[in-house]
């Protein structure tokens, strides 16, 4: 695949899926906690998953800066 997305707006796509991915794992797993395999239950995690992605991606935005930050106090460069 030939890459298409503009470097400047790498970090926003790192969050789109970061953020889609991480939401999208969690929230089905304790959806299934919650509520088990019912036969709507893709129906609900769906409704559930969807603005818990957007609440992640804000929070995506705001903590991978402070992420990098606190990397470059920590790890040891060569």
């Known amino acids: 695949m030939k890459p298409f997305i503009p ?3 790498e970090f926003v796509v ?3 899926l ?3 991915m991480m939401s999208f ?5 304790a959806m299934v906690r919650a509520v088990g395999m019912k036969p709507d239950f893709h129906m609900i995690w769906f409704q559930a998953w969807l603005p818990s ?3 992640a991606f804000v ?3 705001f903590v ?3 992420v990098r930050r606190l990397l470059a106090r920590l790890v040891m460069r060569d």
């Open 7 to 9: 470097a400047r707006l």
């Open 14 to 16: 790192f969050g789109v």
């Open 18 to 20: 970061v953020s889609g």
């Open 25 to 29: 794992l969690v929230s089905g797993v």
């Open 53 to 55: 992605w957007g609440i």
């Open 59 to 61: 929070a995506i935005l």
């Open 64 to 66: 991978v800066p402070l």
